[in-house]
């Protein structure tokens, strides 16, 4: 089948060489132009002489842009696959292809829609996630669902470790099956159910800051569902620093108290608990582990964190 392929990063690179490996044809690779550094997928593109096409927008005011969308048309897709997609794509490309667009997608629809899916699926604490493979329509992650995939949520797990471990390589092969189910015409198209949909904004570093009076497993939730981005932040001795790789921890003191500061980490009181951290990113800093990061600020046992 004549594949095109929207998206960018190692991610689209992979799902490019995965639908090669298969005998799709590729016609053409659409993303947003670079900038400081060659993209992964642009370049396996230039690699390979097939179109790129990486408009700085797909449409402006609601009205296509119009060189795009013809320099887009002439590769001649039969369908569209959106793998990594930041930009705003308008619905006559992705109604474009014979057999139209589709998206892969970090939650199992209907809940979590919104490109922050990952992140609140820790955040709320769920104990199981997935990715979806669906059909894409005008609407923010509402279109049928072609295929899902399951996967737990373990006690530490982060973003980070959850993208890295399950959503990469699963949505690699993901959407390699869903696109030979369209080949097959075997393809299902089963609606969402609107009354279990959920919709989540966009997880930003505001919200990300931490509240050591709300529960433990609250602050351990809101520090792995930040990590790596946007990252979970606090403040000591009036500055800000970052903080990753959170485990429940015993301890009981006033909120926000530091308890203990040694090789696994640093440990701060919550309510009903503790938690240990083991790596910070101090304001203007380079990342590094949590004890060297209370040494070097003078951060001890009693230090109360974000007062």
């Keep these: 089948m004549r594949i095109g392929l929207f998206g960018q990063m190692p991610f689209g690179a992979a799902v490019y060489e995965r639908l090669k490996e298969q005998g799709h044809t590729l016609v053409g690779v659409y993303g947003p132009a670079e900038k400081s ?19 700085a927008r797909w ?6 842009d119009e060189p795009a969308f013809e320099a887009y048309a002439a590769t001649g897709p039969e369908l569209n696959v959106m793998a990594f997609v930041t930009q705003i794509i308008p619905a006559r490309v992705l109604e474009h292809p014979p057999q139209q667009t589709i998206q892969y997608h970090p939650s199992l629809l209907p809940k979590h829609r919104g490109r922050s899916a990952i992140n609140h699926a820790l955040l709320a604490g769920d104990a199981e996630t997935g990715l979806t493979i669906f059909w894409v329509d005008e609407g923010i992650d509402t279109g049928p669902v072609l295929l899902q995939k399951r996967f737990p949520i373990g006690e530490n797990d982060t973003v980070n470790s959850l993208y890295r471990e399950h959503f990469f390589p699963q949505g690699v092969d993901a959407l390699a099956e869903a696109v030979g189910l369209v080949v097959t015409g075997a393809a299902p198209r ?3 159910d609107e009354s279990a949909a959920t919709y989540d904004a966009p997880w930003e570093g505001d919200a990300a800051r931490i509240d050591w009076t709300r529960p433990v497993g609250e602050v ?25 790789g959170s485990a429940l921890a015993d301890g009981s003191a006033a909120p926000g108290t530091v308890t203990a500061a040694g090789p696994e980490g640093v440990t701060i009181a919550c309510a009903g ?6 790596t910070a990113t101090p304001d203007g800093a380079k ?21």
Excluded: M
């Design 220 to 244: 351990h939730n809101l520090i792995r569902g930040s990590d790596r981005q946007p990252g979970a932040w606090t403040t000591a001795g009036g500055a800000t620093v970052k903080l990753y």
């Design 190 to 192: 089963v609606v969402q």
């Design 37 to 55: 550094r060659p993209d992964p997928l642009a370049e396996a593109a230039r690699r390979d002489g097939v179109a790129l096409v990486q408009p």
């Design 287 to 307: 990342r590094g582990s949590a004890r060297d990061w209370a040494a070097g600020a003078g951060v001890t046992a009693s230090t109360v964190l974000g007062s």
């Design 273 to 278: 608990g503790a938690v240990r951290v083991d």
């Design 59 to 64: 449409q402006r005011k609601g009205v296509v």
